[in-house]
Nanobody, 121 residues
Framework: QVQLVESGGGLVQAGGSLRLSCAAS????????MGWYRQAPGKQRELVAA???????NYADSVKGRFTISRDNAKNTIYLQMNSLKPEDTAVYYC???????????????WGQGTQVTVSS
């Protein structure tokens, strides 16, 4: 069984920084594209940043220049370094991954349980 486990959320003042981590574990044949999404109250879930297995990245316009996504393939882990945080960054942040498991030949979507990030003004 594959799991994505997130950590690193919390409460921070505007202008501060947080680092999120997401570790994938289980019987994986391949761990492909990974990324971070967020969902604020009353809003749809949106892509924040994504990174391919080859380390190509893309970001939402709202976080470009402030957030950095990175990946450690040896640890099956991605990170989201969030700097210059704003109150509008407040949301539940979800880790996402496209994974082919050992028992399946198809790529499936996997989600973490979510971690709360709250930025106070």
């Amino acid at each position: 069984q594959v799991q994505l486990v997130e950590s690193g959320g919390g409460l921070v003042q505007a202008g501060g920084s947080l680092r999120l981590s997401c570790a994938a574990s289980g019987s994986m044949f391949s761990l492909n594209d990974m990324g971070w999404y967020r969902q604020a109250p009353g809003k749809q879930r949106e892509l924040v940043a994504a990174i391919s297995s080859g380390y190509s990245t893309n970001y939402a316009d709202s976080v470009k220049g402030r957030f950095t996504i990175s990946r450690d393939n040896a640890k099956n882990t991605i990170y989201l370094q969030m700097n210059s945080l704003k109150p509008e960054d407040t949301a539940v942040y979800y880790c996402h991954a496209l994974i082919v498991t050992v028992v399946a030949s198809t790529e499936y979507d996997y989600w973490g349980q979510g971690t709360q990030v709250t930025v106070s003004s």
